[in-house]
Nanobody
Framework: QVQLVESGGGLVQPGGSLRLSCSAP????????IGWFRHAPGQEREGVSCISGRDNKTYYADSVKGRFTISRDNAKNTVDLQMNSLKPEDTAVYYC??????????????????WGQGTQVTVSS
């Protein structure tokens, strides 16, 4: 399994922005599909966005399309999630996860077999 570490969460006002980062101290992330998921209290964990391994294809949930952008920084070995125009309903613990790079791109939970510890994002005035 891949050890993943998230950073960048925090408290932001509605309409604000945050940038989350997913890193892997001992693995090269471009061998994997990396997904961002979130889990709000009382709700099921849901997929937010993912990016493929070598060709950097991306996929977004409808709820974040046009507001969130996923990207890789190969020099830093990170996958970042830029979140703009944040809404209170974006409040959740955000996790990054890794799936084998040969799989198809998607936000179904089951292919993702390595998960980070999560970072809290709170959108509130």
């Amino acid at each position: 399994q891949v050890q993943l570490v998230e950073s960048g969460g925090g408290l932001v006002q509605p309409g604000g922005s945050l940038r989350l980062s997913c890193s892997a101290p001992r693995f090269t992330l471009d061998y994997y599909i990396i997904g961002w998921f979130r889990h709000a209290p009382g709700q099921e964990r849901e997929g937010v966005s993912c990016i493929s391994g070598r060709d950097n294809k991306t996929y977004y949930a409808d709820s974040v399309k046009g507001r969130f952008t996923i990207s890789r920084d190969n020099a830093k070995n990170t996958v970042d999630l830029q979140m703009n125009s944040l809404k209170p309903e974006d409040t959740a613990v955000y996790y990054c996860a890794a799936a084998p790079g040969y799989l198809g791109l998607g936000l179904s939970l089951s292919p993702y077999n390595s998960w980070g510890q999560g970072t809290q994002v709170t959108v509130s005035s």
